[in-house]
């Protein structure tokens, strides 16, 4: 059975910083790259970053510089560390596999206002 656990979200000021953690079923994680996706307010989901089974990172361009992602594969969790929010950063961030799964945890809810 697929699991996937989306933690970490919340409301920030622009400027600040949150880590975004997920917790996958091993089935899926060791055998996967693992990606961070959102869903901004009327638009559709989007990919924001991908970490590959040896750890190579990629970044879309909206985000490079600011978001890093990265694996514990002892624990079977995926990360994304963001800094410098901005308002526009708000939306549902999900992980999934990359490509990803039909299967959606409940994702985390970033909020960026003042």
């Known amino acids: 059975q697929v699991q996937l656990v989306e933690s970490g979200g919340g409301l920030v000021q622009p400027g600040g910083s949150l880590r975004l953690s997920c917790a996958a079923s091993?089935?899926?994680?060791?055998?996967?790259?693992m990606g961070w996706y959102r869903q901004a307010p009327g638009k559709q989901r989007e990919l924001v970053a991908v970490?590959?089974?040896?750890?190579?990172?990629t970044v879309a361009h909206s985000w490079k510089g600011r978001f890093t992602i990265s694996r514990d594969n002892a624990k079977n969790t995926v990360y994304l560390q963001m800094n410098s929010l901005k308002p526009e950063d708000t939306a549902v961030y999900y992980c999934?596999?990359?490509?990803?799964?039909?299967?959606w945890g409940q994702g985390t809810q970033v909020t960026v206002s003042s």
């Open positions: 999934n596999t990359y490509p990803s799964y039909t299967y």
């Open positions: 970490i590959g089974t040896g750890g190579k990172t």
């Open positions: 091993g089935s899926i994680f060791s055998i996967n790259a």
